[in-house]
């Protein structure tokens, strides 16, 4: 029934119910006003306000053929909300990556044209490379930035080649192998080796790194650390998968 005043199943503010009922409709996919209406029983002066006004929000958009669909806001905010997950998961695997490996491990994520590293794992001594946790860094150049921009829609992709110290070719063949290397492009004397976190509707939404000086790491790390940063991101990627189930 649609009122003013809350059902049994309600929050008592009517209008945050409502929109919530909106939200699970279009859950089941795309929907035409009309179809809205009749899967949420609300009025359909009611329907399309909301409809309305969570599209001005970003948490409702519309198809090619004028649906209501769920819009990109939701995916910011589901997103966010595994970033705890992330960040847990994240800790032994990287942990576990730069005992087997003896080098610097980091998680990266994008935020805008910058990658934040939000964990890392030292080693606690000798020669390291140090990437403080919260750092922000180029998406220009190194390993990680390679795998933040290859599994992007191709219009963000080719933005993000303008002034990149690596192409469009060498993206390619990070899709292919699955894994990224850098020698020196970030910082001089050090390298380092990426590989994609993909969260459990398969989108790669972190980059798993090793790093170091390049007279440890060499000038091919991938020949050396591929094959183990590549296991530790799908381990975390497999984390992930199984707690969002």
Request: proline fraction near 5%; charged fraction near 20%.
């Amino acid at each position: 029934m649609d009122s003013n005043s809350p059902d049994e199943g309600g929050s008592g503010v009517g209008v945050l119910d409502k929109a919530a009922i909106v939200l699970g409709a279009l859950e089941a996919g795309p929907a035409t006003l009309a179809q809205l209406v009749q899967a949420t029983g609300l009025a359909r002066p009611t329907a399309h306000r909301l409809a309305v006004a969570l599209e001005h929000h970003r948490m409702v958009a519309r198809d090619i053929q004028g649906r209501f669909i769920l819009g990109p806001r939701m995916g910011e905010l589901s997103a966010a909300a595994g970033e705890d997950r992330l960040l847990a998961a994240a800790g032994p695997v990287l942990a576990a990556l730069r005992d087997h490996t003896g080098e610097s491990a980091q998680l990266y994520r994008r935020q805008g044209e910058h990658r934040i590293c939000v964990a890392s794992a030292e080693p606690p001594i000798g020669l390291r490379d140090s990437v403080p946790l919260g750092s922000t860094l180029t998406m220009k150049a190194g390993s990680a930035a390679q795998i933040l921009l290859a599994w992007e829609e191709p219009d963000r992709l080719h933005r993000g080649l303008h002034g990149a110290r690596f192409t469009a070719t060498m993206l390619s063949a990070v899709r292919r192998r699955g894994w990224a290397q850098s020698i020196g492009e970030r910082e001089a004397g050090v390298g380092s080796v990426s590989a994609p976190v993909r969260g459990p509707g398969g989108r790669v939404i972190a980059a798993l790194s090793v790093s170091g000086p390049l007279e440890r790491i060499t000038r091919q790390p991938g020949r050396l650390h591929a094959a183990a940063v590549i296991s530790s991101a799908n381990h975390l990627s497999e984390i992930l998968r199984r707690s969002a189930s």
